[in-house]
T-cell receptor, first 114, second 115 residues
Framework: EAGVTQFPSHSVIEKGQTVTLRCDPISGHDNLYWYRRVMGKEIKFLLHFVKESKQDESGMPNNRFLAERTGGTYSTLKVQPAELEDSGVYFC????????????FGAGTRLSVL | AQSVSQHNHHVILSEAASLELGCNYSYGGTVNLFWYVQYPGQHLQLLLKYFSGDPLVKGIKGFEAEFIKSKFSFNLRKPSVQWSDTAEYFCAVNPLSGGYNKLIFGAGTRLAVHP
């Protein structure tokens, strides 16, 4: 069984540019989460999808961030326009159903905004 | 606000030394508790979890953790570390309220084990 995959593994962009991160969850997992870790601090929750619906987006920092999960499969997280403080590692995780409390994580995308 | 505190940011040990990493959380309700590990260049992996029952839980690779409800703690232990345990360790809490399933993480502890 393939794990959670994220693409790209590393992205370097300039301030003001747009970047789109992609996450493919484990097949059959309805729940998909995005997290972010900035500069060695704690990993912080961004949002949670159940299938294609946003269950909880309380962690999204501002309206420059847009997450989608069309069709309830893979998800994208777009940052537009990127700012310096958006640099960090973006993690995606998935879990099976509403009663499944274990989240399986991808390797993360390291975003560097210059 | 709900938070998780990991007491040590960096720990350096020699092989065969014992390990204890502290984790405290601030949430008064029922929680699920996790320790994740990230080995260099790899993804976050679940080390062990506590949902209910016996507060002493055993995980992979000889790790164990003890949930002490009165102290809001979930400390990670290993009696004898190996060089291969060099990694970053994250404590995480899932507050069971509101139907949400987000994890609240501590800042992580980097463990370096010297041969």
């Amino acid at each position: 069984e393939a794990g959670v995959t994220q693409f790209p593994s590393h992205s370097v962009i300039e301030k003001g540019q747009t970047v789109t991160l992609r996450c493919d969850p484990i097949s059959g997992h309805d729940n998909l989460y995005w997290y972010r870790r900035v500069m060695g601090k704690e990993i912080k929750f961004l949002l949670h999808f159940v299938k294609e619906s946003k269950q909880d987006e309380s962690g999204m920092p501002n309206n420059r961030f847009l997450a989608e999960r069309t069709g309830g499969t893979y998800s994208t997280l777009k940052v537009q326009p990127a700012e310096l403080e958006d640099s960090g590692v973006y993690f995606c995780a998935s879990s099976r159903g509403s009663s499944e409390r274990i989240q399986y994580f991808g390797a993360g995308t390291r975003l560097s905004v210059l | 606000a709900q938070s998780v505190s990991q007491h040590n940011h960096h720990v350096i040990l020699s092989e065969a030394a014992s390990l204890e990493l502290g984790c405290n959380y601030s949430y008064g309700g029922t929680v699920n508790l996790f320790w994740y590990v990230q080995y260099p260049g790899q993804h976050l992996q679940l080390l062990l979890k506590y949902f209910s029952g016996d507060p002493l839980v055993k995980g992979i690779k000889g790790f164990e953790a003890e949930f002490i409800k009165s102290k809001f703690s979930f400390n990670l232990r290993k009696p004898s570390v190996q060089w291969s345990d060099t990694a970053e360790y994250f404590c995480a809490v899932n507050p069971l309220s509101g139907g949400y399933n987000k994890l609240i993480f501590g800042a992580g502890t980097r463990l370096a084990v010297h041969p």
